[in-house]
């Protein structure tokens, strides 16, 4: 196949006056065309009948906060740069209905895999894509189809797409392709590349469907003058850009400078407004919205665009994670910049510049690299965005993941507290019967956003979950009875690492509902109890009446083989055990943790305490493995909610070693 493109791909020759019969070619394959037009003064993406609606004559200027269509004297219909819109827009629509549920007399049910096309899209030919365009949508079709979960979504949208791309020749000033590796040139991503020369195009194909295209527009081989122009077209764009930007030193030191003063300073502008998001076309994040009828038997989940600059984007029940627009944008410019790296093995910034003339604030990302990332001016062999990275991605578990959500049934519930129930769920689902201690499911009802729940038990016939109610999803969760169904998603994410107690003392730490994933692993210590050493378990809750699973724990006290010790932060009036803190439990302990494994679940400040005290016993960081809680919306890797630094704590966590955390476990705002 490659021969026969190559065979074909003898530049040809397509006269200016004849630029519909291209797009004649490309309806007739049943493809709605999508081009540049004017709209509300700026050139936008959008329907076309034909090249009439193409902006000939039109240009743009643009700069940091600013953007204007131009009239310019010859009638060129893509000598623009690009506007507010990109592909994406298409290939992953601000809204999608992901999700059916339905409350039926059976229970409920859940159709379609999650993302699934409906209906199935109707296929598109994009017209004037420009190489950092291109770029763009490689980097979302890593992000979307290379696992391990994929969105259908997105699979069956670009499936079907055509790319008519464009060689650039007007860049605007806040156009950085150049520094970026990613233009002006088209080399690589598309079906078909259009070369503007006044009074026509070079043609050149760039894949088997571009190949059938020309083929059927029969044009001739382009002559060596039009060559010629053309190169010269590009080479112009590539000067008008002036020098690269060295980005050589960007993926550390953004990485290493998470306390530097630009954030503060930059934030001091910043109105975190979610413009640059929503314009930039890799930005991926995404939150689910349910729409339901009035009774709630049936709902559409919806998969809608986010942005890391919303405040409730990194809420959890206990506050946000990113409260600052300090910490919102260090987060959005560190990940387009560096941590994309680690997690893509490429940049997430292309450099189409949309982010600079759309800020209402004219912040221009540049200057912003400049002061916090130590990217200077001078030339320097590029970073391509579409290099191999020099470290391999960072996600650390890979394999398929479970698209669907099962409907289980809840055999029976125990009230733990007053807002904390622990549901029995009956299912024959081998996934999820072969999960691990420390992974969660994403649980849900019709017409409830799904919200990560940890396995707090497996049992041969099924599992329990353990909820609080934090809000309507948990609450709903919660209220259910002996009969009822829900929806599960799982097991997901990455659990204990069982296998490390194996010849070593175990140290389990547990602040409130944090005793729920550590249920398995302490199941898990008890049938394995001759091959580990000394087991110790420390507990805290604030009162008495917070503790969880309060009989079991009694009898896991009564052991002789094993240590178990408790405290509350407040005492009520029948409480004769310890009042303090957890790390309190350890002040009088006299064990020596070098040859331990320590596994913490509780409050983020509670585990950096313990995890203090733990590494003052001697447990290294390599041995402490703690359980960490950010929002999730997907559960795996598709959403961007639960991003902490280079991790994705849904797919590579939620279990870290402190060793692999690093500083940003410590790091506020991250
Ligand atoms: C890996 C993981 C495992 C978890 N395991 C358990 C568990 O075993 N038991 C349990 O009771 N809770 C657990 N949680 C927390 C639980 O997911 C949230 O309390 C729940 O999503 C809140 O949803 P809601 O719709 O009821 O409340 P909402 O009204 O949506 O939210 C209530 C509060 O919770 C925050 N919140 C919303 N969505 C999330 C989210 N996806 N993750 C965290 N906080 C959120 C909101 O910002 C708000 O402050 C876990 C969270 C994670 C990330
Ligand atoms: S970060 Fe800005 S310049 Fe880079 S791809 Fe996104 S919108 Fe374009
Ligand atoms: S950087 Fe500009 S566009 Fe982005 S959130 Fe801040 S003000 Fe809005």
């Known amino acids: 196949m490659a021969q026969a493109i190559a065979s074909t791909n003898v530049p040809r020759w397509l006269p200016a006056d004849q630029l519909d ?58 000598d623009h740069a690009v506007g507010p819109m990109s592909p994406k827009r298409w290939t992953f629509p601000p809204r999608a209905p992901i999700r059916l549920g339905r409350r039926t007399s059976a229970g409920v049910r859940f159709s379609g895999v999650d993302p699934r096309p409906t209906p199935r899209p109707t296929p598109l030919a994009f017209i004037g894509v420009r190489a950092c ?16 979960a994929v ?44 070369t503007e020369l006044d009074d026509g195009f070079i043609v050149r194909v760039g894949s088997p469907a571009g190949v059938t295209v020309v083929d059927a527009l029969s044009l001739s081989p382009a002559d060596g003058s039009a060559m010629k122009a053309a190169e010269a077209v590009v080479a112009g764009a590539r000067d008008a850009m002036g020098s690269p930007m060295n980005m050589e030193n960007v993926h550390e030191g953004l990485q290493a400078s998470p306390e530097h003063p630009g954030w ?7 109105l975190s407004c979610t413009n640059c998001t929503l314009v930039c076309p890799t930005c991926f994040c995404t939150s689910v919205v349910e729409r339901s009828d009035l009774d709630g038997s049936i709902s559409t989940s919806e998969r809608t665009w986010d942005s890391c600059f919303n405040e409730g984007f990194a809420k959890v029940a206990g506050g946000s994670f990113r409260p600052l627009v300090k910490d919102r944008y260090r987060q959005w410019l560190t990940h387009k910049f560096s941590t994309w790296w680690d997690q893509f093995g490429s940049s997430g910034c292309v450099g189409c510049g949309r982010c600079i003339a759309w800020c209402p604030a004219g912040i221009d990302v540049r200057e912003e690299l400049a002061v916090i990332g130590g990217v200077g001016p001078v030339p320097m062999p590029q970073l391509s965005v579409v290099a191999a990275a020099t470290e391999a991605p ?7 993941v479970p698209a669907a959500f099962v409907t289980v049934h809840v055999d029976g519930s125990s009230r733990e507290t007053a807002d904390t129930m622990t549901l029995h769920l009956n299912t ?98 008890l049938a394995e109890r001759d091959a580990l050493g000394a087991v110790r378990i420390y507990l805290g809750a604030r009162t008495p009446t917070d503790r969880l699973f309060v009989e079991e724990v009694g009898r896991l006290a009564l052991r002789m083989d094993i240590e178990v010790e408790e405290t509350v932060d407040r005492a009520g009036p029948v409480w004769l055990g310890r009042v303090g803190i957890v790390t ?31 590494f003052s016993r001697g447990i290294d960081v390599d041995r402490t493995w703690v ?35 690093g500083p940003a476990f410590t790091t506020d705002g991250l």
């Open 21 to 78: 019969r291209l797009i004649d070619v490309l309806r007739a394959d049943g493809r709605t065309i999508i081009g540049p037009t004017v709209r509300d003064g700026a050139i936008v993406l959008a329907e076309i009948q034909g090249a009439a609606d193409l902006p000939a004559g039109r240009g743009d200027e643009a700069s940091p906060g600013r953007y204007r269509v131009t009239q310019r004297e010859d009638s060129r219909r893509f």
């Open 133 to 148: 365009e291109l770029a763009a949508i490689k980097i979302q079709d890593h992000v979307f189809l290379d696992g391990p």
């Open 151 to 194: 969105d259908g979504d997105y699979r069956a949208r670009r499936a079907s797409a055509f790319l008519v791309a464009v060689e650039c020749a007007t860049p605007t000033s806040t156009c950085f392709c150049t520094s970026m590796g990613t233009g002006p040139e088209v080399t690589t991503g598309f079906d078909v590349v259009l």
């Open 264 to 270: 503060a300073a930059v934030a001091e502008r910043c």
């Open 394 to 400: 960072v996600t650390i578990s890979p394999g398929s």
């Open 428 to 525: 024959t689902d081998r996934r999820l019967l072969a999960g691990r201690p420390g992974q969660f499911v994403m649980a849900t009802l019709p017409a409830f956003s799904a919200a990560p729940i940890s396995i707090s038990r497996f049992r041969s016939d099924g599992l329990d979950l353990t909820i609080r109610a934090a809000g309507p999803a948990t609450r709903a969760l919660t209220e259910l009875e002996r009969g009822s169904t829900l929806g599960v998603r799982g097991p997901l994410g990455r659990g204990w690492p069982v296998e490390e107690m194996t010849g070593r003392d175990v140290v389990i730490v547990a602040g409130g509902v944090g005793l729920a994933p550590l249920r398995p692993l302490i199941d898990a210590c």
């Open 584 to 614: 309190q439990l350890f002040d009088h302990a006299t064990w020596d943790g070098r040859n331990a494994v320590a596994f913490v679940c509780g409050p983020e400040r509670m585990m950096q305490a313990t995890s203090e005290v733990l």
């Open 627 to 661: 359980t960490l809680e950010r929002n999730m919306s997907c559960g795996v890797g598709l959403c961007g909610h639960c991003q902490l630094g280079k991790f994705f704590v849904c797919k590579d966590g939620p279990v870290f070693s402190l060793a692999e955390l």
